[in-house]
């Protein structure tokens, strides 16, 4: 049973940083690309970063230059590096898999895989 479980989600105050862990199990972890998306009250389910077997990435050009995604193929695990977090950051923030002959996929429903998700607050 395929399982993506988040942490890392919490309060922060404008301009701070947050890092989201995403943990993978019951998947041959190198065989599926990941990503991140979030979810605002209200609004669609957002495409955030998305990252292939090695080091490239995309990035929603709303997140560029302040969010990194990483992954560590022998921990099973996915991060989400915030920096410079601002009040439109505030969603709910979802770890997602979808294998990786797919390539990498920036919709909701390129995925098959999900988490349950983590809270992320900014003030401002």
């Known amino acids: 049973q395929v399982q993506l479980v988040e942490s890392g989600g919490g309060s922060v105050q404008a301009g701070g940083s947050l890092r989201l862990s995403c943990a993978a199990s019951?998947?041959?972890?190198?065989?599926?690309?990941m990503g991140w998306f979030r979810q605002a009250p209200g609004k669609e389910c957002d495409f955030v970063a998305g990252?292939?077997?090695?080091?490239?990435?995309v990035y929603a050009d709303s997140v560029k230059g302040r969010f990194t995604i990483s992954r560590d193929n022998a921990k099973n695990m996915v991060y989400l590096e915030m920096n410079s977090l601002k009040a439109e950051d505030t969603a709910v923030y979802y770890c997602?898999?979808?294998?990786?002959?797919w390539g990498l996929g920036a919709r909701p429903s390129h995925y098959n895989y999900w988490g349950q998700g983590t809270q992320v607050t900014v003030s401002s």
């Open positions: 019951g998947l041959t972890f190198s065989n599926y690309a």
């Open positions: 997602a898999a979808r294998p990786l002959v």
């Open positions: 990252i292939g077997w090695s080091a490239n990435a």
